[in-house]
C-alpha cells in the first residue's frame, strides 16, 4: 500500500501561481512514475503532468504546457507542481498519484495509475 498527500492547494487570483506537494509513502515501489490529475465539478478526470522515476523525463496535459513544471524529490519521496500564468479554468481538485504497474516511462491514463491522494483544491479567481 501507498499513501499520497497532497498540500500545497488553496485561493489564487488569475496570473498567480502555486506550488502543489505530494509525499508518498509506505511502498512506493522503488520511486515509480508520478503524476498529478485533476477534475473540475461537471468535468472528466484531466491528466495534468507526470515525471518518470528518474525525474528526467516529463508529460504535460495540453492546457499545462508552459505554465506547470512537474519535478520530484526521489530522496524525500516528494513530487511537486508547480503552477504558474493560472486560469480559471484551471480551478479543481488536484490529485496525485503513483503506480506500481509499470517503472519505465511516464503514461497519462488514468487507469495506469493505482495509488491516489485525497486531492487538494486549487480554486483560480477571476
Known amino acids: 500500500q501507498v499513501q499520497l498527500v497532497e498540500s500545497g492547494g488553496g485561493l489564487v487570483q488569475a496570473g498567480g501561481s502555486l506550488r502543489l506537494s505530494c509525499v508518498a509513502s509506505?511502498?512506493?515501489?522503488?520511486?515509480?512514475?508520478m503524476a498529478w490529475f485533476r477534475q473540475a465539478p461537471g468535468k472528466v478526470r484531466e491528466f495534468v503532468a507526470g515525471?518518470?522515476?528518474?525525474?528526467?523525463?516529463?508529460l504535460y496535459g495540453d492546457s499545462m504546457k508552459g505554465r506547470f513544471t512537474i519535478s520530484r524529490d526521489n530522496a524525500k519521496n516528494t513530487v511537486y507542481l508547480q503552477m504558474s500564468s493560472l486560469k480559471p479554468e484551471d480551478t479543481a481538485v488536484y490529485y496525485c498519484a503513483t503506480t506500481g504497474r509499470f517503472r519505465i516511462g511516464v503514461r497519462r491514463a488514468d487507469y495506469e495509475y493505482d495509488y491516489w491522494g485525497q486531492g487538494t483544491q486549487v480554486t483560480v479567481s477571476s
Open positions: 509506505g511502498r512506493t515501489f522503488g520511486s515509480n512514475a
Open positions: 515525471v518518470d522515476r528518474s525525474g528526467t523525463n516529463t
